[in-house]
């Protein structure tokens, strides 16, 4: 069975910063590309970063320069380093993995969520 279990939320001010970190129980399969996610009150859940097995990584514009994702595939755990939060960082932060066996994709699978808020 696959569980994904973040931790690492809170509060803090306008200008400080979080890490966020995720570890994935995976069993026989393999981890494929992960990601983090997040979703502000009455909007969509919008991708925040990701990074493949390999280590290339993608962010959304809004993040660039200031969050910095990071996987250990050793300990199967991803991370996300977010540095100067604004309020808009406010939100659930989701982990989210592509779990694969041999080649197939098994399923894409979510953590529960932690709890981001920023405070002007």
């Known amino acids: 069975q696959v569980q994904l279990v973040e931790s690492g939320g809170g509060l803090v001010q306008t200008g400080g910063s979080l890490t966020l970190s995720c570890v994935v129980s995976a069993g026989i399969f393999k981890i494929s590309t992960m990601g983090w996610y997040r979703q502000a009150p009455g909007k969509q859940r919008e991708l925040v970063a990701i990074?493949?097995?390999?280590?290339?990584?993608n962010y959304a514009d809004s993040v660039k320069g200031r969050f910095t994702i990071s996987r250990d595939n050793a300990k199967n755990t991803l991370n996300l380093q977010m540095n100067s939060l604004k309020p808009d960082d406010t939100g659930v932060y989701y982990c989210?993995?592509?779990?694969?066996?041999?080649?197939?994709?098994?399923?894409?699978?979510w953590g529960q969520g932690t709890q981001v808020t920023v405070s002007s």
């Open positions: 990074i493949t097995s390999g280590g290339s990584t």
């Open positions: 989210n993995a592509r779990i694969e066996l041999m080649t197939t994709t098994v399923g894409v699978y």
